[in-house]
């Protein structure tokens, strides 16, 4: 990623999913997992879980459900 850009949990989910071929886990798992991936990341995998929950379309989009 180049430097200033920034990095959406959509981005490093839809990277992580690109780079496994398949991602299967739990929210704890997940937000370990993107660490240091994502500009800002949830504070717990609760959040985590309910983040995704509202990107659910936008990750649909992209053949992620």
Do not use: F
Not at 9 to 24: I, K, Q, R
Not at 34 to 45: K, N, Q
């Amino acid at each position: 990623v180049p430097p200033g850009t920034t990095v959406t949990l959509v981005d490093a989910v839809v990277a992580s999913v690109d780079e496994a071929g398949t991602l299967e886990c739990t929210a704890s798992a997940l937000l370990k997992h993107l660490v240091g991936a994502v500009d800002e990341l949830p504070r717990d995998a609760t959040r985590l879980s309910k983040a995704l929950t509202g990107l659910a379309s936008q990750l649909a989009a992209r053949c992620i459900v």
